[in-house]
């Protein structure tokens, strides 16, 4: 079982930017980040598998970036050109079930707390 808790949400102005974190407990061939506005469903964001392979949801190609230090077992997802539609709970994500990532939440065993990201117009 891993265990991943996430860190780095909070509030910001549009045009802002942020950093987010996930601690591992364990190795996952892929990890990912989604994120979760109540009533909706969790939709993902990025996937980086441990090839280093990534893959970007299209609302945030370009503006927010995945990556992984394998050293400290810590997963990231920085955020730049904040938009108040990026308002949302961000999950930390991981699996090893398949020899591939995709970016929906089904292929995904392993959920963080979640941390809130708050971005004002």
């Known amino acids: 079982q891993v265990q991943l808790v996430e860190s780095g949400g909070g509030s910001v102005q549009a045009g802002g930017s942020l950093r987010l974190s996930c601690a591992a407990s364990?190795?996952?061939?892929?990890m990912g980040w989604f994120r979760q506005v109540p009533g909706t469903e969790r939709e993902g964001v990025a996937t980086?598998?441990?090839?280093?392979?990534?893959s970007y949801a299209e609302s945030v190609e370009g503006r927010f970036t995945i990556s992984q230090d394998n050293a400290k077992s810590t997963l990231y997802l920085q955020m730049n050109s904040l938009k108040p539609e990026d308002t949302a709970t961000y999950y930390c994500?991981?699996?090893?079930?398949?020899?591939?990532?995709?970016?929906?939440?089904?292929?995904?065993?392993?959920w963080g707390q979640g941390t809130q990201v708050t971005v004002s117009s």
């Open positions: 364990g190795y996952s061939y892929c």
């Open positions: 980086i598998s441990s090839d280093g392979s990534t």
């Open positions: 994500a991981a699996d090893s079930r398949y020899d591939y990532c995709r970016l929906s939440r089904i292929y995904f065993r392993y």
